[in-house]
C-alpha cells in the first residue's frame, strides 16, 4: 500500500474517485483505448486501496483502544527514512497523501514534529518574532486584565473580546481588587499560568460542564442543559474549545484526561462502527449488558425490552425513545443488534451531541481538525497533557551534550548520574 501511494500519490485523495486518467482525449482510437483501460485499472486500485485503507485504519482504531501488539507493528520502515520524512515536513503531496491516508505508518514522534512545525510556522506568521532575522516584527499582541479571584469570569470575558484574533499573542496582565497592574512582564509565562489556571478551573467537573468515567476521564455533562441555558452553554462549551485549541497552538499542555471514545470524535473523522466498543470506555456496565443481550440464547421478547432507555443523567429518570415509537417496539432476537447499535449511539453521541459540537467548533477555530486527524485517540491525549509515563534516565543520559569544558567521563558527571 506504501509503495502503490508512493507511485501515485493523488491515488485515494483524488475527488473523482481515481479517474484522473481521461479517456475520450480525441487522438487515435489506439491512443483512446489504452487511456479508457488505464482509467479504469486505476478505478479497480483506487477501490482496492480504499478497501484496504479502511480496514487498516479500523485494525488502528481497535489497536488504539487496547493495544494488542507494540506501536513498532503498524510503522513502516521506508515511512522513516529521511526522504520521506523530508517530504512529510515539506508537505508534498506524496508527504500530504501519506499523513492523511495512513498516518499510523509513520512513527508517532515524527508526527508529532511536523504538527507543532506546522502551529509553529503559522504562530509566527501571526505573532512574529524578536529576531529581526527570524520572521516578520513581534505583534503587540492582545492586552487582557485579569484579577486572580475572578480568573474564571475574567478569562471568559477576555477570550470572548479576543475573538478572531484567538491565535495572535494573548499579553496578560494581573490586576488587584483596586485595579492596579501587578508587577511583571508577561514573556509567556504569564499567559501559561493563565491559560493552565483557567482550565484547570473550567475543566472542573464540580463546575457542571464535564463530568467523569468510573476511570475518571472527562467527557462533556450530558446535564449541562439542565445546569445551563442552551445560549450560555454553547457558549461555555466553545469557550472551553478555544482554550484548549489555543493551549495546542502555544504548545502548553493542561491536565485534563479525556475518555478514549471523547478524544475519537476530537478529529471529526469518527467511524459509527467503533461505537459499541467504543461504550466500553464510557460506561463499562452498560457495555458488559448490552453484550449480554448481544449473545443471549434465550427469548430475548421475554426480557421485556422496548427501542428506549431511561436515562438518568439529566437530574432524573427520563424515558428516552431510541426510535420513532420506540417505545412500543420490542426488542427481539431479530433486530437487537440494532437496539445494541442504538444504544450505544445515544450514550456516546446523541445526548452529548450538542455540547460537543460547541466544544469542537472552538477547537478548530484555532487548530485545524486536518492536523488532528493524524493522530488516535491516545495520542491526542499526548498532545493535550504531555506523555504520563515516567522519565527514562538511561535515555536522559544517552542523549545528554555536554558543555563548558565537561565530558560525559568527567568526575563530576559521574556523580551526577551515579
Known sequence: MF????EDPTLLTDSRGGTSAVSGSGGPLGEDLRSARAAVQRRQLHL???????????????????????????EIKEAGGKAVLAEIQERTSFGQSLLRVMPWAVDFHERMKYFRAVLDAERLAVQGSNDAFNGPQRSRGVIVRVRKARILEDGMEAMARVGANIKDRIVVKYVNDF???????DAGGLFKDFVTDLSSRIFDPSYGLFCTTSANLMYPNPS???LFDPHEMDTMF???GRVLGKALFENITLQPQFAHFFLAFMHGKYNFMNLINDLNTLDPELYKNLMFLKTYDGDIADLGLTFSVTDTSMGGQKEVELLPGGANMDVTSQNRHRYINLAAKYYLHDRLKRQAKAFFSGLYQVVQPELLQIFCAPELQILISGSQTGLSVQDLRQYTRYAGGYLSLDVHMTRFWS
Open 238 to 240: 466553545v469557550f472551553l
Open 179 to 185: 485595579g492596579e497592574e501587578e508587577a511583571g512582564i
Open 48 to 74: 482496492a486501496m480504499r478497501a484496504i485503507s479502511s480496514v487498516l485504519a479500523d485494525l488502528y482504531s481497535r489497536w488504539a483502544r487496547r493495544p494488542f501488539s507494540s506501536a513498532s507493528l503498524w
Open 224 to 226: 449541562a442543559a439542565v
Open 3 to 6: 509503495k502503490v501511494l508512493r
